[in-house]
Nanobody, 125 residues
Framework: QVQLVQSGGGWVQPGGSLRLSCAASGRTISTYTMGWFRQAPGKERDWVGS????????LVTDSVKGRFTISRDNAKDTVYLQMNSLKPEDTAVYYC??????????????????WGQGTQVTVSS
């Protein structure tokens, strides 16, 4: 079993920055693609971005491109989501997730087998 424990998040004014962390325990995540999702009230959980197991490649959804960056430290079994230039529409609960290892896609919730507990990010003035 893998446990993903998230930290970071909170409240920030528009234009501000936050960094989310997702630390794994139980089993390593270093051999898996990792993803970040977010869910706003009353909406579905949407893909934010993913990072390949080596960290060499990352992809993010268009709405956060140029503002959000995903990175990982496999020695620490930790993945990060750096969020800059935050906007009110970024307000959501953010989740990290470990890919299931067999899906050929990476943007759907059912491509992922393990999830963090979620952390609230609120952007408002």
């Amino acid at each position: 079993q893998v446990q993903l424990v998230q930290s970071g998040g909170g409240w920030v004014q528009p234009g501000g920055s936050l960094r989310l962390s997702c630390a794994a325990s139980g089993r390593t995540i270093s051999t898996y693609t990792m993803g970040w999702f977010r869910q706003a009230p009353g909406k579905e959980r949407d893909w934010v971005g993913s990072i390949t197991r080596s960290g060499a490649n990352t992809l993010v959804t268009d709405s956060v491109k140029g503002r959000f960056t995903i990175s990982r430290d496999n020695a620490k079994d930790t993945v990060y989501l750096q969020m800059n230039s935050l906007k009110p529409e970024d307000t959501a609960v953010y989740y990290c997730a470990r890919h299931n290892g067999y899906s050929v896609t990476y943007i759907n919730t059912n491509d992922y087998a393990y999830w963090g507990q979620g952390t609230q990010v609120t952007v408002s003035s």
